[in-house]
């Protein structure tokens, strides 16, 4: 009887050990399923404090981790910066060997290497931002209706300069390099700023680069000194050049701003303690697409879909951080916005929709694909 009850004590012990192993095992199992990704960007990277910057915020979110402490980076998620264009090819080459569950390019310019890559791994998950021409079942493309965020800054800068009293005010519009997506901000601007003040002057200029923020500020002095009220630049982290002069202008008292991209770019702007040389930003919250892919990929839903993030989507918006855009012209722009959301107001999204608009400047540097 002593041995019977010391073997049944045995098996039920071995029983236990054997279950709580099993569950020791599907705990590690389950933290071993977190997905894994790999984000590659352009040479501006993650600290542009612009486009980049709005990716990784995503990225963030999802592994629960904070700018200041990404400890899950280098474990479930890691980004690689392409210093120059003819790395692209091979830190895509490099994330689809290692086989990461989503690889995430947030430039149009990775397009042609990725529409190559992806062609011949088939098994591999890819997002890309700004393309919606690479139609591969294993290519999730996010874009955005940057023409209509832009268009409520473009409001925005041009009832400010009403309110202050501005008379014949003008307008300037920075990018980086000339194509489609660019156009979007382009044209969206100006037709937000043509809405309220019809016949207002518009310049335009292209830096050819993302990463140039000199260029840029000297571009922004000399309209600022010509008497541009407000520029807009959609340039990477050439655009950073616009905002350190306006920062400069305003602290010396000059009525001047300078209008964000892509994140908030109030903090940019601050020339003291409170105060900023930045009006507003058009958000573009790439952190929306970057969520949506990897709930995608966590969820078994992940697709090969073309997904434009709108005003209704809240792909796009517009920051109101600055007291200076005050209430009274928030709420024009939230009556504006939601005119857009209804479809009561479409906005064109080309220069050739664009240039068929009353009064629509006819000799911009933009350029349509």
């Known amino acids: 009887m002593k041995k019977m009850l010391f073997i049944v004590g045995l098996l039920v012990s071995i029983t236990g050990v054997s279950l709580f192993a099993s569950a020791v095992s599907q705990q590690a199992t389950q933290a071993t399923q977190e997905i894994t990704m790999r984000l590659l960007t352009d040479a501006t990277g993650i600290d542009d404090k612009s486009f980049n910057a709005a990716s990784w915020r995503g990225i963030l979110q999802f592994y629960g981790d904070t700018w200041d402490n990404p400890s899950k980076r280098g474990v479930s998620y890691d980004v690689v910066t392409a210093q120059t264009q003819d790395m692209f090819l091979p830190i895509l080459l490099q994330a689809t060997d290692e086989k990461y569950d989503l690889i995430v390019a947030t430039s149009f310019m990775f397009g042609d290497v990725l529409m190559d890559v992806a062609g011949r791994n088939p098994n591999q998950k890819y997002l890309i931002i ?14 955005y209706a940057e023409h209509e965020g832009s268009y409520l800054v ?7 300069a009403k309110a202050d009293g501005v008379s014949n005010p003008r307008f300037g519009f920075i990018g980086g390099i000339p194509g489609a997506t660019i156009t979007k901000f382009e044209v969206g601007f100006i037709q937000g700023v043509l809405s309220v003040i019809p016949d207002a002057q518009i310049v335009d200029y292209y830096v050819n680069d993302w990463g140039n923020p000199a ?10 000194d010509s008497g541009v009220y407000a520029i807009y630049s959609a340039a990477g982290a050439s655009g950073n050049g616009t905002i350190a002069q306006a920062k400069e202008y305003r602290l010396q008292g000059k009525n001047v701003w300078a209008i964000g991209v892509d994140s908030d770019q109030h903090e ?82 080309t220069y050739a929709q664009a240039k068929t608009l009353p009064g629509f400047p006819q000799d911009l540097h933009a350029l349509d694909d």
């Open 215 to 224: 260029l840029a500020k000297t571009q922004a002095k000399n309209w600022y």
């Open 130 to 143: 700004d393309v919606d021409w690479v139609n591969l079942p294993n290519v999730m493309q996010a874009v």
């Open 268 to 349: 940019e702007g601050l020339y003291n303690a409170t105060d900023s040389a930045v009006l507003t930003s058009m958000v573009k919250r790439v952190e929306t697409s970057l969520m949506y892919g990897l709930n995608a990929v966590k969820n078994g839903a992940f697709t090969g879909e073309a997904i434009t993030f709108d005003l209704q989507k809240d792909g796009v918006g517009y920051s109101t951080s600055n007291s200076a855009l005050t209430a009274d012209i928030s709420a024009q722009l939230e009556a504006v916005k939601q005119r857009i959301i209804s479809g009561q107001l479409s906005i064109a999204s």
């Open 154 to 160: 473009g409001a925005a800068a041009a009832l400010k």
